[in-house]
């Protein structure tokens, strides 16, 4: 009787800690890329918006946030970043849809723009947030655009919590530069995978 009270009491304990850890979700991303998040050009003629990500629960020391997203599928050998962003202050939880503020083309910075929050102002990247440098050689959100014919491919969007307040790079930094900071100074990290194929 006690023995099987104790593993109870293990099982709710464990369960706690698991619903308290950091947390990744998006109202934009559900397991498969929509159309919004799908890159326009290359062949690929989708709408190039940010997605929406907020996260929760981050661990005690946390200074900043940094978000990626990453194709490990490309048939680049090294995978496909389509998205770096680091220095998010630590008082944020949330990047909002569309908030990339350097998306690659014209046709989706007009597409970004005519996102808005609800009181009716232009999503934008937090204050001191840099996007620095995706696989398609420009700043900010890079959308899905895996080749023709190919398996649906994995798009990972994680967040870090970090230990420190500023990652000493810049806009024009290389995204597996940037990566190697995050992982230095990572004290937790969350994230969500969806699939996009055509």
Not at 47 to 54: A, D, K, M, V
Not at 146 to 162: E, N, W
Not at 165 to 190: C, M, T, Y
Request: charged share 15%.
């Amino acid at each position: 009787m006690i023995k099987n009270l104790l593993f109870i009491s293990l099982l709710t304990l464990t369960g706690t800690v698991q619903a308290e850890g950091f947390y990744l979700s998006s109202s934009d991303i559900q397991g498969q890329i929509a159309k919004d998040q799908v890159f326009n050009s290359f062949g690929c003629t989708g709408n190039n918006i940010s997605p929406q990500l907020h996260w929760s629960n981050a661990p005690a020391g946390t200074k900043s946030f940094a978000v990626t997203a990453y194709d490990p599928d490309a048939p680049t050998g090294s995978g496909w970043w389509h998205w770096v962003v680091f220095n998010i202050p630590e008082s944020v939880d949330t990047l909002k849809t569309g908030a990339s503020s350097t998306a690659s083309n014209a046709a989706s910075n007009a597409a970004s723009n005519a996102v808005s929050n609800a009181a009716g102002d232009k999503a934008v990247m937090p204050k001191g947030s840099v996007e620095s440098l995706t696989s398609y050689g420009s700043k900010g959100f890079g959308g899905a655009c895996p080749p023709k014919g190919d398996k649906p491919h994995r798009y990972i969007f994680t967040v870090f919590a970090l230990n420190t307040e500023k990652i000493e790079q810049g806009a024009d930094a290389r995204p597996e530069l940037v990566g190697f900071f995050l992982n230095s100074h990572a004290i937790a990290k969350a994230s969500i995978m969806a699939y996009y194929g055509r």
